[in-house]
């Protein structure tokens, strides 16, 4: 019997107009990271045509081998950073 299970995650952010560009270009290094997975079937990044600063994300997986602790040494080279957004839906970081 196989362990294999499938997800899906949906993001949506939201940018600052402005950072749109600047977040995309973050954004890349971690698509190509995350799309070099095999176990990451598809990744496809939307932006709403009427709010240029919202944009969402669907990632499909599938895993064979569950792990307890999950494998973040492909993105240690990823630096997270700060580029704004217009409103803030949830807990405040503070």
Known sequence: MS?????SLIAT???APEN???????????FDTITANPECEF?????????PGVLSW???WYVVNIQSEP???????????NIGMPRWNGYSHM
């Open 43 to 51: 990744f496809q990044v939307y932006r709403s045509p009427s709010e």
């Open 58 to 60: 669907v990632e499909d």
């Open 3 to 7: 362990s294999a299970k499938g997800f």
């Open 71 to 81: 494998n973040t040494e492909p993105l240690t080279n990823v630096r997270l950073v």
């Open 13 to 15: 952010v939201y940018i």
């Open 20 to 30: 749109v560009d600047k977040f995309l270009e973050h954004l890349q290094v971690v």
